[in-house]
């Protein structure tokens, strides 16, 4: 059973006439696990597909944009990077559903969430490969051609950095609903600690373990990367920051474990993969601390602006209802690595 409303009654007509099935062959249900645009799948006897649409309610910014996210996944294929599911359809008449969606091919694999899925042995080693394939898959999607994939139109490298961290302080001041000192803290830290130099590349925003399809469990190849609603040109190191933020340790809060199981035995740690990745990219590593709290940062802003959608009736989810929580650790920890200028 669906969670969020998908209107079928257009739907199925839409999809009879776009993808050449019949309207009593799908089968559609949403997809768990995901806290900012929905994803459903369509399951026909013949083949899958996958839906994307926005969330319900309130419109947050360009990051729900599916048809800039479709172009992405063009643009991505076209560059050469093959880790992506391959996009089939966009529709741009709100009509259909009641917003913009986009339709791509299922890639099957094993992708792990906050815990590891009951009867999969997945030991050390299966993880300290994970790591490293992972971030493999960050740096060569840093390093990809642009101008002719016409990946360099999806942003604008020059001044990223300060829009990011202008813009991330406004996003949270807009969605505030608690006083979190620690949050605010960061924010005014961010601003006043901006590096002088950025560099330009293109880049995920989201980038962790959740968001990889593995080949299997006794595999950790990575084939496919999903979820680009915030990919752009700008500064890898800023998506290497907001990855850091995701990449948690064991002594880390439990809260702050909930989105990846980086934490397991076999893992880099997070100084690990900084030394991991600077010794396969020509940038340099040595103010990661300022990309670690903007990642740290981010994340809270992220899950405050869900807990606001939630809070004012727009998303029913019940996992919303903690995010609050998500948001405070993330100011906590942020002002403590500053503090102690340790990642």
């Not at 340099?284 to 802003?301: C, E, I, Q, R, T």
Request: charged fraction near 25%; proline fraction near 6%; charge should be negative.
């Amino acid at each position: 059973m669906n969670k969020e409303p998908l209107g079928l009654e257009n739907l199925f007509p839409y999809l009879e006439a776009h993808l050449d099935i019949q309207a009593m062959d799908p089968v559609i249900t949403q997809f768990k696990g995901g806290y900012s645009n929905l994803t459903f799948l369509i399951h026909t006897p013949e083949k899958d597909w996958v839906l994307r649409r926005p969330p319900l309610g309130l419109r947050i910014a360009k990051g729900h944009d599916m048809v800039r996210e479709y172009r992405i996944l063009e643009a991505l294929q076209k560059a050469g990077y093959n880790k992506v599911p391959k996009p089939v359809l966009c529709c741009e008449d709100e009509s259909v559903i009641g917003a913009p969606f986009f339709i791509m091919e299922k890639v099957d694999g094993l992708i792990l969430r906050n815990k590891i899925p009951t009867g999969l042995d997945l030991g050390p080693g299966f993880f300290h490969q994970l790591s490293i394939n992972t971030l493999d898959g960050l740096l060569e999607l840093h390093q990809l051609e642009m101008e002719q994939s016409g990946l360099a139109k999806m942003g604008k490298p020059e001044g990223y950095v300060e829009r990011q961290v202008i813009g991330w302080s406004e996003r949270y001041l807009h969605a505030k609903s608690h006083e979190l000192t620690e949050m605010e803290r960061t924010s005014r830290w961010l601003l006043e600690n901006m590096p002088k130099f950025e560099f330009s590349g293109f880049i995920h925003n989201d980038y962790k373990y959740d968001n990889l399809v593995l080949e299997s469990p006794k595999n950790p190849n990575i084939k496919a990367v999903l979820d680009w609603e915030m990919a752009t040109v700008g500064d890898p190191l800023m998506d290497l920051g907001t990855s850091l933020a995701y990449w948690a340790e064991p002594g880390d809060p439990d809260i702050l474990k909930m989105f990846n199981l980086t934490h397991v035995p076999g893992n880099f740690t997070r100084q690990e993969a900084i030394q991991y990745y600077a010794s396969k990219s020509p940038l340099p590593s040595d103010n990661m601390l300022f990309y670690y709290a903007f990642g740290l940062f981010k994340v809270g802003v992220i899950a405050q602006q869900i807990f606001k959608r939630y809070s004012l009736g727009f998303a029913k989810d019940e996992r919303f209802a903690g995010l609050i929580h998500v948001v405070e650790a993330c100011g906590k920890k942020a002002m403590k690595s500053i503090e102690t200028e340790k990642i």
